[in-house]
């Protein structure tokens, strides 16, 4: 592979000014995206349109429902 020349970047990066945890937020929650598959997402969306909901309070509902159940399952098998 041929070497790409670095168009924006210094052969060295001087960090001696740089400040540990600048950007460090004690206490933040970090909320990650979900991904659903394409006809999932159309299937759900649907169903939340017929319900007159938004998609999101569907899905909760529905997780919250799952998990409900594994708790259930975990419980009688134990």
């Keep these: 592979m041929p070497d790409l020349p670095?168009?924006?970047l210094p052969a060295e990066i001087d960090f001696?000014?740089?400040v540990?945890?600048?950007f460090h937020r004690p206490g933040m929650t970090l909320i990650l995206p979900i991904y659903l598959d394409?006809?999932?997402?159309?299937q759900l969306a649907?169903?939340?349109q017929g319900k007159g909901i938004a998609l999101s309070e569907l899905?909760?509902?529905?997780?919250?429902q799952d998990l409900?159940?594994?708790?259930t399952a975990t419980r009688l098998a134990a």
């Design 46 to 48: 649907k169903l939340a």
């Design 68 to 71: 409900e159940l594994i708790k």
């Design 38 to 42: 394409d006809e999932v997402e159309a």
């Design 59 to 64: 899905v909760n509902a529905l997780l919250r």
């Design 16 to 18: 001696s000014h740089a």
């Design 6 to 8: 670095d168009d924006d």
């Design 20 to 22: 540990r945890g600048k």
